[in-house]
């Protein structure tokens, strides 16, 4: 039993790790939380049924379901990268020398806007992920790990290794870094800071993409609100491990897919969705700045 | 010239492409086009005000405008124009049916609402998602009083705007510590518990199912039955509300929280208590709201958690938005427009939190101010 809640806890901090990266990456550049973020993860879950149901129209998923998976992957990553991107170009980049509430505001306007679009073209009702994956898994007495689990794990873990090296290693990764320390100075040593933040919506996007794959595949429905409470879970990880940390989003994620799993099977599981605003409240009054988030004097 | 219109064709194709899978082909394709032309005009108009003659033009319509405004600036007009409204607000009723009646009801509960907001957010500056927690706690307050203790309208409408404000320095307390984004994830959060306990504490909200029976509001044996009754409730309601708001507005209070939004370390050198201050504005934003959700209560004499959702909130935020935060005739006129333009745009009624989402958005970038912007708002949000 306690094992079994471990696993679906990891299963779903994965997932809330992928999301809560996107809010940390904005945030550490722009210094905004990205209130629509929660939209282009319930995007991304969208795509993933529209674009199977194409590719499954035309007779491909038959043939080879793997290829159709990896295709539908790459359209849900594609399409929200450019979902992500617009979200950037049209209600933050005016808005970047504007007071914080302007931004803010903006961000909400357009999670609204995101999630009605989203009702009126592929109606209210639940959008139902069709039986294609083959079930099973390892099971140990009472406690099973199916293959799907495993898959979001694995995948989860690889992606996130690979933020970490792109963001250490790569150009553009250090880029960022350099942007998120001080973006007068290093537009000064010569870093384009429109590609350097468009580069990190399209990351957060991408990341948020697969996260909404993997949880069409889990949960098999998929609804036009979803992204409204993943968003707020996504952020309170991003605030648990510290905003702006990077290794931060991936702990805080996992546990609290930990937590409220556990706190869902052991405490009350119709108060699972308020677990996760409990511990925001109470890690925003006694330690505002996250598990691993450094201390920052307020710059006035 | 050639750029821009390249440009225009550029991003209308974009949307195409975004709208594509959710759309479909001739729909996404009918969007862009759409878009594009939107787009033309929006550059041919942007092109001719930039240019010498639309300078010219541009420069004496402003003019007029300042005229015009001038005009209303003297002061028997500032003191007609809200003895105007009112004469007109105390005799419309008297000729329209029940339904419009209705309409102008629902318009003085979001007005007293969103005046409410209003405080927290455009004079304070404190981004509070969680406002309709306090419309509930209203609600919920003289639904529960009135049908397990028998307790009238009249002291539960004081008790709920009590209770609220207490919820409201809850809150307060709690945020005291965060800044703008923060604060408002928190506030959703505090809206999401409020609503979670509203759905399965059974025994005292009766969850889902909401509250039944409660009495209507009366005076001696005089019984508020008919949809005019409330009318005139709801405005003096409301005509208090903006006499009182009004009031704090122009008081040192007013001036505390306007200074303190422009700039909280400034402020509290200057010698104002930003910890009073801010816990005051959450208090007294949330009092209203009680209030609003006492009279809502009485008025439907039915509750149940569904009124009380975040897009609730997204409502009135809009509200605020769009008339100007931190003015009050602006929020007045926001609110005024949000409940009645639906009305008339019936058949696209679908479209309506579409249409607001997309509002916000384009106010933020070409009218931050609002549509009637408070002045000294109007500098602090052109930077």
């Known amino acids: 039993m306690l094992l079994q809640q471990l696993i679906n806890g990891l299963t779903l901090g994965a997932v809330y790790a992928l999301i809560a990266l996107g809010y940390t990456m904005v945030y550490g550049i722009l210094e905004l939380i990205n209130f629509a973020h929660g939209e282009i993860y319930m995007v991304g879950a969208y795509m993933t049924i529209i674009s199977l149901s194409l590719l499954t129209a035309t007779g491909l998923t038959a043939k080879s379901l793997i290829l159709s998976l990896c295709i539908v992957m790459i359209l849900t990553m594609m399409s929200c990268a450019a979902y992500g991107l617009t979200l950037e170009r049209v209600a933050y980049r005016p808005l970047r020398s504007a007071p914080r509430l302007a931004p803010l505001i903006s961000a909400i306007g357009m999670s609204i806007f995101l999630q009605n679009y989203v009702m009126l073209t592929q109606g209210s009702a639940d959008k139902v992920f069709p039986h294609i994956l083959p079930a099973g898994g390892l099971s140990l007495g009472n406690t099973s790990l199916t293959y799907l689990q495993i898959f979001i794990m694995t995948t989860s873990m690889f992606l996130m290794i690979s933020l970490h090296a792109f963001i250490r290693k790569t150009r553009l990764g250090k880029a960022m870094r350099a942007t998120a320390q001080d973006k007068k100075m290093a537009s000064l040593v010569g870093i384009n800071i429109d590609n350097v933040i468009m580069a990190t919506f399209i990351i957060g996007s991408v990341l948020a993409a697969v996260a909404g794959f993997m949880v069409a595949m889990y949960y098999g429905l998929v609804n036009f609100y979803m992204g409204y409470v993943a968003g707020i879970k996504a952020f309170t990880a991003a605030v648990l491990g510290g905003i702006g940390n990077i290794q931060g989003a991936v702990l805080g994620g996992i546990l609290l897919g930990v937590l409220e799993s556990l706190g869902a099977a052991y405490i009350s599981s119709e108060y699972k969705d308020a677990f996760a605003f409990i511990v925001l409240i109470l890690i925003l009054i006694f330690k505002p700045n996250g598990l691993l988030g450094e201390r920052v004097p307020e710059k006035v | ?383």
Not at chain 2, 247 to 252: A, E, L, V
Not at chain 2, 255 to 275: C, H, K, L, P, Q
Request: glycine share 12%.
């Open chain 2, 1 to 383: 010239m050639f750029r821009k219109r390249y440009k225009s064709i550029f991003a209308s194709i974009w949307s195409g492409l975004l709208l594509l899978p959710f759309m479909g082909i001739g729909r996404s394709a009918i969007a862009a086009g759409i878009l594009f032309a939107g787009f033309t005009l929006f550059t041919k108009t942007k092109d001719f005000i930039t240019s010498p003659e639309g300078r010219i033009l541009s420069h004496s319509v402003q003019d007029r405008i300042c005229t015009i405004y001038g005009m209303l600036e003297t002061t028997w007009i500032k003191r007609g124009f809200p003895v105007a409204i009112l004469t007109l607000l105390l005799i419309t009723p008297l000729t329209i049916n029940n339904y419009y009646i209705d309409v102008l009801t629902i318009t003085g509960i979001y007005a007293i609402l969103a005046l409410g907001l209003n405080i927290v957010v455009g004079l304070a500056g404190l981004l509070d998602l969680g406002y309709v927690a306090f419309y509930a706690v209203g609600a919920y307050s003289y639904g529960i009083l009135n049908t397990q203790f028998g307790i009238s309208f009249w002291p539960a409408i004081l008790i709920g705007a009590i209770l609220a404000a207490f919820a409201g320095m809850l809150l307060g307390m709690v945020t005291l510590r965060l800044r703008g984004d923060y604060l408002a994830i928190v506030t959703l959060g505090f809206l999401m518990i409020v609503h979670l306990v509203l759905n399965n504490w059974d025994e005292v909200t009766r969850g889902p199912n909401g509250i039944l029976g409660i009495q209507s509001p009366s005076i001696g044996g005089f019984v508020f039955s008919e949809p005019i009754h409330f009318y005139y409730l709801i405005l003096v309601l409301a005509v208090f509300t903006v006499f009182v708001i009004n009031r704090i507005n122009h008081s040192w209070i007013g001036r505390a929280w306007i200074a303190m939004r422009e700039n909280e370390i400034a402020a509290s050198a200057m010698g104002i208590d930003v910890t009073k201050m801010k816990i005051l504005a959450f208090a007294l934003g949330a009092s209203w709201a009680g209030i609003a959700g006492v009279f809502f209560a009485g008025r439907y004499s039915f509750i149940s958690p569904e009124s009380f959702t975040f897009l609730e909130t997204v409502l009135v935020l809009s509200m605020v938005v769009l008339g100007g935060m931190g003015s009050i005739p602006g929020v007045i006129l926001g609110t005024a427009l949000l409940i009645i333009l639906p009305e008339i745009f019936r058949g696209f009624q679908d479209y309506r939190m579409l249409a607001f989402g997309g509002a916000m958005v384009l106010m933020m970038a070409f009218r931050p101010q609002g549509l009637i912007g408070s002045p000294r708002r109007k500098i602090e949000l052109h930077g």
